[in-house]
Structures are given as C-alpha cells and as structure tokens.
C-alpha cells in the first residue's frame, strides 16, 4: 500500500497530507480495560490504525501523502509496513504532537494537513473525499464531529494557519469557535461511519458488530 502522488491531489493545486496521531501502544484505550486485556488493546489499536491507512488508500485518493506521528516504535513500524510515512514525536500531548506535525508538514511542502484520528476505523474514501473536496475548495478549515456531536473526529485546514488544535472534551465547538474568531471559512462534514471513535466497551461493540468497505 504506497501514498505516491494522489491522482485527485494531482487535479489540484493544492497537496493535501493527511497526519495520524497514535499514542505509545502501552497507554492506548485505557478506557477499555475492564473488557480488553494490554495485548487486546495494542493489537485493536494496530487494527483500527491499519483501516483508517486502507480508507486513504482507496483510488482515487484524495491525499497526495499520509503519516503516521508517533513515540512508539512499533506503531511508526506498522504505518511503514501499510505505506505511510512514521514521524516520530517525543511528546504524548495529542495537540502537542499535531503542532509538531503541522510543522513538519508545512516543511514538507503541504499545502493543507488532515488530521484523523486512529480509533476512527469505519471511515470511509468517501468521507475523506468529501474532506478534500472542501478544502479544495472555499473551505479553510474543515471539521467532522463524533457522533454526539462533541469530539472531533476529523480536522483539516490549508497551510499555513493559524487554527489552534483543541483536541479533547467538546473540542468540536471549540475547534468550530476557533475558526469562526480568525474569519476562517468552515464546513463540516457529518457522517455516521466516520463518526463512530472506538474508545469505550459500547463503542467497541458497535464497531464490531458493523462490516463496512473503505471504499
């Protein structure tokens, strides 16, 4: 599974590069420790990792380059093993981690950054397309709640910007207020496949019990 340059990308001036963020496998999906056991959990989450890496995949792409940040060695090993590009980053700090990939990429010559999540693995191409789509277009922030409208579950914005990361408890609204205090057009994107985020027994449980194509 390569990322070489997006033949959807390549219809447009702007290159697109999706980023994602995944915890050291020994703290991830705490939360699920009652059903679970640690190697239950580290192997979820290399699962979950890989579907959200075969959705960008899908042909056409909608991004021309896809990473992977993260201090854990063994996750920046599975994401090159599906295609991806590792970043490693020292800092556990989800916004932290998104600052700095941020940096890289805007070094790298993005044009615009897509930040999703790892335990988001019913998304679909469609949903990235339609991601993409927007920022191509009028959009200078893009945004994709969770499913009780809270969490973000997805975030994107040309680059350079100046749009803070507010990952965590109700950082939809304020992901949303940011943009609307620096004039930033936004559009959101609801979906209920994208919109599941497995983080807790019932969560995990809808997710299995639901066999979606990414494509």
């Known amino acids: 599974m390569a990322y070489g340059p997006s033949p959807t990308a390549g219809r447009s001036a702007l290159s697109i590069h999706a980023v994602i963020p995944v915890k050291p496998l020994a703290l991830a999906k705490s939360r699920l420790s009652g059903v679970l056991s640690p190697p239950e959990r580290r192997e979820l989450v290399l699962e979950m990792l890989a579907a959200v890496l075969r959705a ?14 993260s201090p854990d060695e063994d996750v920046l090993a599975h994401a090159e093993a599906h295609g991806a590009r590792p970043l490693l980053d020292a800092g556990a700090d989800l916004n932290d981690a998104l600052e700095r990939a941020r940096a890289a990429l805007t070094m790298a010559g993005a044009g615009a950054m897509l930040a999703l999540p790892a335990d988001v693995p019913l998304v679909r191409a469609a949903d990235i397309a339609a991601l993409a789509a927007a920022l191509t277009g009028p959009a200078a922030v893009v945004l994709a709640p969770d499913a009780a409208g809270q969490g973000t579950n997805a975030l994107g914005m040309r680059l350079p910007s100046r749009l803070p990361f507010r990952f965590g408890p109700g950082s939809a609204g304020l992901h949303r207020a940011a943009a609307v205090e620096r004039g930033l057009p936004l559009f959101e994107h609801r979906s209920a496949a994208l919109g599941l985020d497995v983080d807790d027994p019932a969560s995990l449980a809808r997710y299995r019990a639901l066999a979606l194509s990414p494509c």
Do not use: F, M
């Open 56 to 69: 960008l995949a899908c042909p056409p792409r909608s991004v021309a380059a896809v990473w992977v940040a």
